[in-house]
């Protein structure tokens, strides 16, 4: 009872600092990732914790919550968090289906009809689609100066009313211009030091050029 009552009166972020490799924390860890879930908060050093408590104590890993992990690292993506949280995962586990999946969705950002077939595992994590369309728009502006509005709505999956919408927030909040083509609308993205050369002061910062076109390949 005394040890329950002092566990109280950590954090989880406590624990891990205190004893990072102490199975009987392993719960509390298992709570937090839940926690996550369902308040789209996000904490990559513990669930890189409970990763490494899994490989000591494997018999105790929950698979579930081993998908959880990778769901909320893909959505910080462009980061390198689900490649770190892979590394921690046994090849045998990764070779399960649910996980096949997760790492096919992780290779290239134009998935959504891959996503769409496993809709089951992915909603149990709030915010998903909202965290890839956040990368799919990250890429574009790494790679073009204007993007016409049939390409832009395919790589967010969003078409109609709700890509007007979302067309009318980053023109309100992120600086884009809404042209009208020809055919459609183009939008123009704020200049940055990758999609506009004469402003590049690291070569460092450029994105490879194969590293585009295996994520989209529609627009290679």
Known sequence: MATEQATENYTVEDLVALNPYNPDILNDLEKFVNEQVSSQTY???????LLRLYQFEPERMSEQIVA????????????????????LIPEHVQMKEQFKTLIVLSHYLEFWDEAAKNR???????????AIQAYAVHVLSLTYQKVPRPILAEAINIEGLSLDKFLEYHAAN???????????????LPRNEVNHPELKKNAADTVPFEHITRIFPVLS
Do not use: T
């Open 174 to 188: 992120s600086g884009w211009i809404i042209e009208k083509g020809a055919q459609s609308q183009v939008i123009v």
């Open 68 to 87: 959880r992990i990778l769901i909320k690292a893909l959505m910080a993506m462009p980061g390198p968090d689900f490649s770190l949280c892979l590394f």
């Open 120 to 130: 089951n595992i992915l909603e149990v994590v709030p915010g998903f689609e909202q």
């Open 43 to 49: 904490n990559l050093d513990v669930n890189l914790s």
